[in-house]
């Protein structure tokens, strides 16, 4: 099983290992941040996300990241389709803690029109 994990945040990132920590048994785990505009700290901040996903899960699955640059849905469906993911993990919401509730736009876009089964993730308060 290959899980195609999407994250923004150290926080999203913790949320999403763990539902996954209890459910992967040598798994295929693949983590894809997108870096929607230049500048700023957008870069390493998508980069601390996926490290969280390699240090949490490594012990229970394979581990590969990828930091993308575009669109989040686009790059999230074409990452679906390159590596024939079985399924999608999100965050709930964009960002961390503090963040407006609901699934941001990048989730609302994936869900309207879901390219494999989507699994929506509860981000902490």
């Not at 901040?45 to 669109?71: C, I």
């Not at 399924?87 to 390219?115: I, K, T």
């Amino acid at each position: 099983m290959l899980y195609l994990v999407g994250t923004d945040s150290v926080h999203t990132s913790a949320d999403i290992c763990d539902y996954l920590e209890s459910r992967l048994d040598g798994d295929d785990v693949v983590g894809i941040a997108v870096v929607e505009s230049d500048g700023g700290t957008a870069e390493r901040d998508r980069q601390e996300a996926l490290n969280v996903l390699r240090v949490r899960l490594s012990a229970v699955a394979t581990v590969g990241t990828a930091v993308r640059n575009g669109t989040v849905a686009e790059e999230l469906r074409e990452a679906i389709a390159e590596r024939d993911a079985d399924e999608l993990v999100v965050g709930s919401r964009r960002g961390g803690p503090g963040a407006n509730p609901g699934p941001g736009g990048s989730v609302g876009d994936l869900l309207a029109d879901p390219p494999l089964p989507v699994t929506v993730v509860p981000c902490s308060p």
